[in-house]
């Protein structure tokens, strides 16, 4: 019955209901956020990404596409979305572990062996004897916000390769300022 009940709402969606839109959302609003929330862990933000999902719906004419199954469409797009901010939101995480990590090594010498402009201009001298795409992806993407796509695409690689030269240039000024500082 319930999905008799999708195909009609479907036919009245792709005739631009508006009413039909406001059923859709009633019935399957709650739905989809508790399955958003068992992905993400997150009240809020699950909210968030089914509205969003709802917005995409109406604004970008998304219905036109929905054939008999709409409850499967609509868990698919919200179980696609959460993959997305997880993932979005492990290179945030990932970012700011490294800013943290280089705010650290400035941080963990003492003022007696060092003091925080010698220290910063120990890092300085590690950035300038960096060569090449190692320098690039560090520069493009911590200094100046680039991200990784966009980074790469300027240098002419791929994301992968831009990744391995990120981990390489910040494992060399780890290495640096420790030794450097010892």
Do not use: P
Not at 35 to 54: R, T
Not at 143 to 158: Q, S, T
């Amino acid at each position: 019955m319930s999905q008799q009940q999708d195909v009609i709402l479907i036919a009245r969606l792709k005739s631009y209901d508006a009413a039909a839109f406001d059923e859709l959302y009633q019935k399957y609003f709650k739905l989809l956020c508790a399955g958003a929330y068992l992905l993400i862990k997150n009240e809020g933000d699950a909210k968030d990404l089914v509205q969003n999902l709802f917005l995409d719906i109406w604004e970008k004419k998304l219905f036109e596409h929905f054939h008999q199954d709409v409850k499967g469409y609509l868990f698919l797009s919200v179980k696609n979305r959460c993959l997305n901010y997880i993932k979005s939101r492990k290179v945030k995480d990932r970012r700011t572990a490294t800013f943290k990590i280089i705010s650290q090594m400035q941080h963990t010498v003492s003022e007696d062996e060092l003091d925080m402009t010698d220290c910063s201009e120990k890092l300085q001298h590690l950035l300038s004897d960096m060569k090449g795409q190692k320098k690039a992806a560090l520069t493009m993407v911590y200094f100046n916000g680039k991200k990784y796509k966009e980074a790469a695409d300027e240098m002419g690689i791929g994301i992968n390769s831009l990744k391995t030269h990120l981990k390489s240039a910040l494992k060399t000024l780890r290495i640096g300022m420790i030794d450097k500082n010892d």
